[in-house]
């Protein structure tokens, strides 16, 4: 009887492992297919125009809010935590960015609408192709929607600053109240916090991203298997990167402006990232919803009109 169960639970997790390497093989056939690393590019060059301009406009119109609970630092934690860069780069940018976020110009906002345009654009036709939804949107609705998804990523980012100052609060009270624990224990717990609000966050992201841009009525359990392994890939790819990263030596080939070149590369990584994970958004459902039929078909998204 023991070695029957046993049998039956290799078979369990042999049918599981197949059906992780049929969703990876499909949605990896169609990013390819999709000519999803030249959009990843489009992505990447928009994201480096828009990510001043957008933390400019977040802290003009939340400018009170971090200034009244000394949120700017924190701002600095949750930036670094999603754009593997060294603090300095990003503590220089939002010093200089805090400094002029009182003189919002026209021009910061029409470029801020424009470039998020070409952020979140090129990601809804990819879900669309992936969910073969075959009715666009107009084009105003389009771009409304662009920069709905920008007000809610910037709530998101506030939502953060929150959980952080959260985090740090308990942090100090573990090493001033509870005297008795370890500084290796205190410290594992803060990380372990940090972690969870940077994951929770990704998570909670990616879920509105896959619900919201689709041309088609998305239900919770249909976004969240996909959203869930795209958080799980970016992060894996943050990590990756950021270990790396001191090896690139972008500042011997690219001078002055290393830095940025690096900041660009990583855009273009978390895009490619997303929409990888707007392909395996479908593939994972159409798996889980067979219940262990036949996998699907491989199916390129040029074929879906």
Request: charged letters at 15%; aromatic letters at 12%.
């Amino acid at each position: 009887m023991p070695m029957e169960l046993s049998s039956q639970k290799l078979g369990s997790w042999a049918r599981r492992w197949q059906r992780i390497r049929q969703v990876l093989g499909v949605s990896l056939v169609n990013f390819f297919s999709a000519d999803s690393l030249t959009v990843s590019a489009s992505i990447a060059y928009h994201c480096l125009l828009s990510i001043f301009p957008f933390l400019l406009l977040l802290m003009g119109l939340s400018g009170i809010y971090i200034r009244h609970y000394e949120l700017a630092g924190r701002l600095t934690m949750v930036l670094e935590r999603y754009l593997p860069m060294k603090p300095d780069f990003i503590m220089q940018n939002l010093a200089s960015i805090s400094r002029s976020y009182g003189r919002i110009s026209l021009i910061s906002i029409l470029l801020l609408l424009w470039s998020t345009a070409g952020v979140f654009l090129p990601l809804e036709k990819a879900l669309n192709r992936a969910w073969e939804v075959k009715l666009e949107r107009g084009w105003w609705q389009k771009r409304l929607l662009a920069l709905e998804m920008a007000v809610i990523i910037g709530f998101l980012i506030l939502v953060s600053l929150t959980l952080v100052g959260v985090n740090v609060y308990i942090h100090h009270a573990m090493r001033h109240r509870a005297l008795h624990l370890p500084t290796a224990v205190i410290e594992l717990v803060y990380h372990a916090l940090m972690i969870a609000t940077t994951f929770g966050m990704s998570l909670a992201m990616f879920v509105v991203l896959f619900e919201r841009l689709p041309n088609r009525p998305m239900r919770f359990r249909q976004v969240l298997p996909g959203a869930l392994v795209t958080a799980i890939f970016w992060e894996g790819a943050r990590s990756l990167f950021t270990l790396l990263l001191p090896r690139f030596n972008y500042r011997h080939v690219y001078g002055s402006i290393g830095v940025v070149v690096a900041l660009m590369t990583w855009a273009y990584i978390s895009s490619a990232v997303m929409l990888f994970g707007a392909q395996v958004s479908r593939a994972l459902y159409r798996t889980l919803e067979a219940d262990g039929e036949t996998a699907p078909t491989v199916q390129s998204p040029h074929d879906v009109r």
